[in-house]
């Protein structure tokens, strides 16, 4: 039963626009969100993160939004830039417990 | 910052051999390990939770006597895949948490686990 859902596989944005990227989660005890970054043969590394008392959190030219009424949450790059292509995972968990991860979004940013 | 160490990258054996899989934190004591696989195009599955000297909780589907995990020191955590079967060949990904209530992972590079 997947409880973090990512439902577009891929996105493909031309470099210099705003991506989005959606995640979806089902578990209302869930209280921290993360976005992981992952390339090919590789762990995922730490992107950014957000608590579920926040709504926003913003790193540069990553943000997270949170909207836990509708336990959704995107993550906005802008601008895109090709060296942004991998693959992103959102991943969920609540306090002192595991972290689930969704299905992941592969991003193509075309130069 | 915090490095975790995953040995070895990749891996092919026969049908039936073990294959242990060793995770470790290089730079800081990780006191709760995590073990994903992930297959094609799909999540990182959470396979198991390992606790520094306590047994792993595994989730639900996950054979623990075919997926063994030991957690022996706070920088070690290993996964040995017994009789492996060619439906065991995946990538197997180790996580760490620096200290408990911390909420970042940090993951290792994976094991890619091929079985002939």
């Not at chain 1, 836990?68 to 601008?79: D, N, T």
């Not at chain 2, 997926?67 to 009789?83: D, E, G």
Request: charged content about 15%.
């Amino acid at each position: 039963d997947q409880q973090v859902k990512q439902n577009s596989p891929s996105l493909s944005v031309q470099e210099g626009r705003i991506s989005i990227l959606n995640c979806d989660y089902t578990n209302s005890m869930f209280d921290y969100f993360l976005w992981y970054k992952k390339y090919p043969a590789e762990g995922p590394t730490f992107l950014i993160s957000i608590s579920s008392i926040k709504d926003k959190n913003e790193d540069g030219r990553f943000t997270v939004f949170l909207n836990k009424s509708a336990k959704h949450l995107s993550l906005h790059i802008v601008p895109s830039q090709p060296g942004d292509s991998a693959v992103y995972f959102c991943a969920a968990s609540s306090t002192g417990n595991q972290f689930y991860f969704g299905t992941g979004t592969s991003l193509t940013v075309i130069p | 910052g915090a490095v975790v160490s995953q040995h070895p990258s990749r891996v092919i054996c026969k049908s039936g051999t073990s294959v242990k899989i060793e995770c470790r934190s290089l730079d800081f004591q990780a006191t709760t390990m995590f073990w994903y696989r992930q297959f094609p195009k799909k999540s990182l599955m959470l396979m198991a939770t390992s606790n520094e000297g306590s047994k792993a909780t595994y989730e639900q589907g996950v054979e623990k006597d075919k997926f063994l995990i030991n957690h022996a020191s706070l920088t070690l955590s290993t996964l040995t895949v017994t009789s492996a079967h060619p439906e065991d060949s995946s990538f197997y990904i180790c996580s760490a948490r620096r200290g408990s209530g911390a909420n970042v992972l940090t993951f290792g590079a994976g094991s890619r686990l091929t079985v002939l």
